[in-house]
């Protein structure tokens, strides 16, 4: 069994802030759980927008503050999204995030991120993988 809680991650290393400086993200469960999924908390802040691509993941993203709006690059469909309200990108959809006021929301990857993720220039997380246990 695990417990921790997001304010015992602050400052360590699941605590991740982009290099863009456009959100930072409290992985709170990561690949190195071996459960499957990792579990984040993110924020991306006011007046930001970031452009985004998980061609090597499936996100589930449930807001619980402020408010943004998603466009899917590839349909040019836009939604508000407020808190309360979950987007799944289950096509890998290239999409982009403009904040409207700070955006805190649940985040899960499958597969599971390892916490070293950035985003790179097309948006995407590159595919990182833990060592096996007895690797490590």
Request: glycine share 8%; with cysteine.
């Amino acid at each position: 069994m695990i417990v921790r809680s997001f304010k015992d991650i602050e400052g360590t290393d699941r605590h991740v802030k982009a290099a863009s400086g456009t959100w930072e993200s409290k992985r709170i469960v990561l690949a190195k759980e071996r459960v499957g999924f990792s579990l984040h908390e993110t924020v991306l802040y006011a007046g930001t927008e970031t452009d985004m691509w998980y061609a090597n993941h499936i996100e589930a993203v449930v807001c619980v503050e402020g408010e943004a709006e998603l466009t899917n690059r590839e349909t040019g469909e836009k939604h508000i999204i407020t808190p309360g309200t979950m987007y799944l990108l289950d096509g890998h959809e290239r999409h982009t995030m403009r904040i409207k006021e700070d955006f805190r929301c649940l985040c899960v990857f499958n597969p599971p991120v390892t916490g070293r993720e950035d985003h790179d220039e097309n948006g995407v997380y590159p595919l990182l993988t833990e060592p096996e246990p007895s690797e490590s």
